[in-house]
């Protein structure tokens, strides 16, 4: 009797040791995405393994209408192939994927069939994924930009042209001083010259 239960006990420690390590095992494949994201733009989307994951294989899906996918990755139909190992068994905390915004509004970043191993070697067991919400905005418009302003020229104030008329008068002036002058030439010599009748007279 007493042997049994020992050995009872001994069953139910072995069977609480192997479920708290298969809870310890388990972890979540969650994923993220970047913000602030408008169409045109590149979009992060990064894959968290968890803790103690040194090798991983499961496909990523993705709405190919609003995202294209720009990595290395093979892709078809909107889902990623991913596989990646450590041969060091080192951690691989994340995986990182991008793509190109195609349009505006909401789409969903998910992960599916997930296979991963721990540094040791061993498969994770119980692994759950959770997916991440993409939200794409209008692409930003720029602004046109403003023509340099020149600041309006003065024109040179023309100076007054003189017409005609004026060009006219100005000449009849000057006629008309030479006029004057000649007659008062005529004027000097006839009055010599009847002065000199005069003397002659007187002589005869």
């Avoid at 993705?62 to 909107?78: H, M, V």
């Amino acid at each position: 009797m007493k042997k049994t239960l020992i050995g009872i006990v001994m069953m139910a420690v072995a069977m609480m040791m192997t479920l708290s390590g298969a809870v310890f095992a388990a972890g979540t494949v969650s994923v993220t995405a970047s913000g602030d994201n408008h169409v045109g733009d590149t979009v992060t989307v990064t894959v968290n393994h968890p803790a103690t994951t040194s090798a991983y294989e499961y496909t990523v899906a993705y709405d190919q209408n609003a995202l294209e996918y720009t990595g290395d990755d093979t892709a078809s139909n909107g889902k990623i192939k991913v596989a990646n190992m450590d041969i060091n068994q080192n951690e691989i905390k994340t995986h990182t994927l991008t793509f190109k915004a195609l349009k505006e509004g909401t789409s969903n970043v998910s992960v599916e069939n997930p296979i991963l191993a721990d540094t040791n070697g061993q498969e994770i067991t119980g692994v759950t994924t959770s997916a991440a919400s993409v939200t794409v905005g209008a692409a930003p418009t720029t602004a046109p930009t403003a023509e340099p302003t020149t600041a309006p020229t003065t024109a040179p104030t023309a100076e007054p042209t003189k017409t005609s008329g004026d060009t006219k008068k100005t000449g009849l002036k000057s006629t008309k001083l030479g006029f004057d002058a000649i007659y008062a030439v005529y004027g000097v010599a006839a009055m010599l010259v009847a002065a000199g009748i005069v003397t002659v007279a007187k002589r005869k």
